[in-house]
């Protein structure tokens, strides 16, 4: 008995990580993502039909928004990887120096973590990220 529960405990790791680093699809990075930083946060929703709504709202209340659209474009040789790069036109940009800035676009990685939570990468180095809601 005590053998079966060893076994069916691995069979569900095993397939929660299989589940996990599947390949994204389209389907799979559409939906609501927030980031925060020390100046403020912004929201990013990315529709199924490739269009976006981002807004930006800084500690001092001030406010941006726009409207785009996004395309997945995943790495040649690695279409089946859970990570690519997002590319959003046009783009507040969310770093630590660009506050919400208005950019032509951006091109930032996507990724798919342990257990299915998606990232989009803003400012790695300072730890600012879009975290799927």
């Not at 680093?21 to 039909?49: C, I, K, N, Q």
């Not at 500690?59 to 995943?74: F, M, P, V």
């Not at 798919?112 to 803003?122: D, K, N, V």
């Amino acid at each position: 008995m005590r053998l079966i529960r060893v076994f069916a405990a691995l069979l569900i790791c095993a397939s929660m990580m299989g589940c996990g680093f599947r390949a994204l699809t389209d389907r799979d990075v559409a939906g609501t993502y927030e980031a925060s930083a020390d100046w403020g946060r912004s929201t990013l929703v990315l529709h199924p039909d490739h269009s976006f709504d981002q807004t930006v709202v800084r500690n001092d209340h001030t406010r941006a928004s726009i409207k785009g659209t996004w395309r997945l474009s995943l790495i040649p040789g690695k279409e089946k990887a859970s990570y690519g790069i997002l590319v959003l036109k046009p783009f507040l940009d969310v770093e630590h120096d660009h506050k919400g800035d208005l950019a032509g676009g951006a091109a930032p990685g996507i990724s798919r973590g342990f257990l299915w939570g998606m990232t989009i990468s803003a400012d790695p180095d300072y730890g600012i990220s879009f975290d799927k809601k």
